[in-house]
């Protein structure tokens, strides 16, 4: 079971992507503030606040998706390599998911062959003579 992410984990994952959006929420109000000509509403610690909700968020998440050890928090290589594996599989998921995407998209048209009229071998589309008999294609 270990490579599935624990519960933990994804909650604070998901508890580090929601604090970043309040952060950016809170950064960027002030700019509304601004724009709205509010500006008696400015409130410079505001922004700053937000500035730290979104780098504190980001690092929850990162700890939420690679682990303690897996972020480089404690050093523990063996923990580490544990801590990512859910996390490596899921993205390898990801490519493995575009990579047979792309396979079939290729093989779909790029695989043209030219079939012996000798012997029935089939050979490349470029091909002037038959790799298995010799016969001219
Ligand atoms: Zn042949």
Redesign the pocket.
């Known amino acids: 079971m270990s490579d599935e992410f624990p519960r933990s984990r994804k909650m604070l994952y998901y508890f580090g992507m929601i604090l970043s959006i309040i952060g950016i929420i809170l950064f960027l109000s002030n700019f509304v503030a601004i724009f709205t000509g509010n500006i008696f509403n400015f409130n410079p610690i505001v922004p700053l606040v937000g500035f730290f909700m979104i780098a504190i968020g980001q690092i929850i998440r990162i700890i939420g998706a690679k682990g303690i050890a897996g972020s480089g928090i404690i050093l523990d290589p063996e923990k580490a390599r544990e801590d990512v594996k859910p996390y490596s599989k899921a993205m390898g998921g990801v490519i493995d998911d575009v990579m047979s995407n792309f396979d079939t998209k290729s093989a779909n048209k790029e695989i043209i062959k030219i079939k012996?009229r000798?012997?029935?071998?089939l050979n490349d589309e470029d091909s002037t003579y038959?790799k298995?008999?010799?016969?001219k294609l």
């Open positions: 012996c000798n012997c029935g071998t038959c298995s008999c010799g016969e």
